[in-house]
C-alpha cells in the first residue's frame, strides 16, 4: 500500500480535483491519498480566527462570506450531476454553518484550531463527493479518529498505527482512502494540527504507521531544486536525495518538505517521492537511506531567526557552563539551531522567539546578555559536503564583502550553515548559486 500526498496548489481548482482523481486511480496498489486544504484557504482561515481574536467580528464575517463565494464557484465546476451537487451543497452549508456560530463564541486557542481544520475537512469531502460522482470506489478515513499528537506536540505514531489499522480494517474490501493532512487530535482530546505545512508530516506518519511502499509528495514543483526558485531564478531538480540531506534541508527552510516530515519515513526506510501533479511525467526526486553522491545538492534558508549572545568571564576555565546555558532554552521548550562558543562567550540561534523574556531574564544570571534578530540561516546540504576542504574556500570567496554573524561547520557532515542578516539572504543565495553550482 502506498502514501499519496497532495498539496494545496494540487487541489487548488475543480480541474486539478479532477486530475489527482486520474492520478490516484492508475495502479492496483491499495493507497492513502491525503489532501491539503485548497490553496488560500488555511491563510483565509488564519485571517478569520485573527480578526475574531481583535475582536472585530464585522471583518471576519466579511472574510467567511469572501471564502464561501470562492466555494460557491467551486462547486459547480467539480461536479455536475444533480446528486453530486446536493451533496457538495450540503458539505459547505454545514462547514460555513459551524464559521458562522463562531462568530458568536468567545475566541479560544481550541476555537482557533477548530477553524484552521475546516480547510482539510472540507476539500476532502468535497474531493470524495467527486469521486463519488465519478462512480469511483473509495472510504474516507477521518484523520481525527487516528492522528495522535501528546502533550508536548509530539505525534504518537505507535497509537496512530493502532487506530489507522483498526480503521483500515473496517474496510477489508477498499483499497482506495481519502484522508485529510495537517489535522489531528490532541492529548486532551482536542482538534489540533501539525503546523503550518503539516500535510506533509500526516503523509510521512501514515507511511510509517502502515510500512507503506512509498510515500509520495505530490505538489507544484518537479522535486527538490537545488535552491529556493522562489528567491532565485535558475534552479534545478535534484533527482536524488539521502534522507539525511532532505532532513536537513526541510529543517532548514526547504519549504516542499514540512521540517519534520523526513524522521518517520527514515525510521521505517520508505522512501519518498517528491512529484508534481502539474507534470506527472517528471522524475521528481527520490529521497532513500542512499546518498547519491558526495557534495553540495542544495542551499535553503531559514528566516525568523534571533541569535542571542551571552558574555562571561565566568566561563574562563569552567566546565558546566554550556549546560547550564541549555538548561535554561529547555526548560522554556525553545530549541536551538546553531551554536559558537569562545572562551567567553558563547553565542546560539532560536527561531521561535515566543518564551525570549524568559531565556533573557533567566540568562542574565550568567552574565552579558544581547540580542541579534532579523536573522536568517543559509544551510548548504549535501552528503559529506563538510568534509570538502575546496568547498569552504568557494563558500566564502563567493560571499566576499558579506558579514557572516555566525558559522557552524563539522557538527553535521552534511551541512554548512551560515547566520546573516535577513535583508541580505537573497544576494547570498545568488551568490552561492553561482560559487557553489555554477548556476
Ligand atoms: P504544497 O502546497 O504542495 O505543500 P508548498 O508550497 O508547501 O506546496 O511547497 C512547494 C513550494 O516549495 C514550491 O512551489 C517552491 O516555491 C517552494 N520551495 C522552496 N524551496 C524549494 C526547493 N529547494 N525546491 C523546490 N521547491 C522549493
Ligand atoms: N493546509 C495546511 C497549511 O496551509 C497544511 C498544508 O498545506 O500542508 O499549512
Ligand atoms: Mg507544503
Redesign the pocket.
Known amino acids: 500500500m502506498k502514501i499519496m500526498k497532495f498539496?494545496?496548489t494540487s487541489v487548488g481548482k475543480p480541474q486539478r480535483m479532477h486530475e489527482v482523481a486520474r492520478l490516484i486511480t492508475t495502479g492496483n496498489e491499495g493507497k492513502i491519498v491525503v489532501l491539503?486544504?485548497v490553496s488560500g484557504?488555511?491563510?483565509s482561515l488564519v485571517a478569520i480566527s485573527q480578526q475574531l481574536a481583535k475582536g472585530d467580528r464585522h471583518a471576519a464575517k466579511a472574510l467567511i462570506g469572501d471564502l464561501r463565494a470562492q466555494y460557491d464557484a467551486f462547486v459547480p465546476e467539480l461536479v455536475q450531476t444533480a446528486a453530486a451537487r446536493e451533496a457538495a451543497a450540503a458539505i459547505l452549508h454545514e462547514h460555513f454553518d459551524f464559521l458562522s456560530i463562531i462568530l458568536r463564541i468567545s475566541w479560544s486557542e481550541a476555537l482557533n484550531k477548530d477553524i484552521?481544520a475546516q480547510?482539510?475537512l472540507l476539500s476532502t469531502k468535497l474531493f470524495s463527493t467527486y469521486l463519488t460522482e465519478q462512480g469511483i470506489a473509495h472510504a474516507l478515513l477521518p484523520a481525527l479518529d487516528f492522528m495522535r499528537i501528546d502533550a508536548y506536540e509530539e505525534p504518537q505514531l505507535d497509537t496512530i498505527r493502532e487506530l489507522l489499522q483498526a480503521q483500515l480494517a473496517q474496510h477489508r474490501d477498499t483499497t482506495l482512502f481519502i484522508t485529510q493532512?495537517?489535522i489531528c487530535r490532541n492529548a486532551r482530546g482536542e482538534v489540533d494540527?501539525?503546523?503550518?505545512?503539516?500535510?506533509?508530516y500526516s503523509a510521512s506518519l501514515m507511511a510509517a504507521a502502515i510500512t507503506a511502499s512509498v510515500c509520495e509528495i505530490w505538489t507544484d514543483i518537479s522535486g527538490m531544486h537545488n535552491n529556493d526558485p522562489r528567491v532565485v531564478e535558475r534552479t534545478v531538480p535534484i533527482g536524488q536525495l539521502s534522507f539525511d540531506e532532505a532532513a536537513e534541508l526541510a529543517y532548514f527552510g526547504a519549504k516542499i518538505l514540512?521540517p519534520a516530515s523526513i524522521w518517520p519515513a527514515q525510521q521505517y526506510r520508505i522512501p519518498v517521492r517528491l512529484l508534481n501533479t502539474m507534470e506527472p511525467s517528471a522524475p521528481g526526486t527520490l529521497i532513500t537511506q542512499v546518498a547519491a553522491a558526495r557534495g553540495a545538492k542544495a542551499i535553503a534558508a531559514k528566516d525568523g531567526i534571533t541569535a542571542v549572545n551571552i558574555k562571561s568571564s565566568r566561563m574562563l576555565l569552567a566546565y558546566g557552563f554550556l549546560r547550564k546555558v541549555f538548561e535554561v532554552f529547555e526548560k522554556n521548550r525553545t530549541s536551538i539551531d546553531m551554536i559558537t562558543t569562545s572562551e567567553v562567550a558563547v553565542s546560539v540561534t532560536i527561531d521561535n522567539d515566543s518564551a525570549l523574556p524568559e531565556i533573557l531574564e533567566e540568562l542574565a544570571a550568567f552574565g552579558t546578555v544581547s540580542t541579534d534578530g532579523g536573522q536568517t540561516i543559509i544551510s548548504i546540504v549535501g552528503h559529506a559536503v563538510a568534509s570538502d576542504t575546496s568547498m569552504l574556500q568557494r563558500i566564502f570567496s563567493s560571499l566576499e564583502g558579506v558579514e557572516i554573524r555566525m558559522v557552524s561547520y563539522g557538527g553535521s557532515l552534511h551541512n554548512i550553515s551560515l547566520l546573516v542578516d535577513a535583508d541580505k539572504k537573497k544576494e547570498v543565495l545568488q551568490r552561492l548559486n553561482k560559487g557553489v553550482f555554477n548556476l
Open positions: 498539496g494545496g491539503s486544504a484557504t488555511t491563510n484552521l480547510g482539510e493532512g495537517f494540527n501539525l503546523k503550518r505545512g503539516g500535510s506533509d514540512h
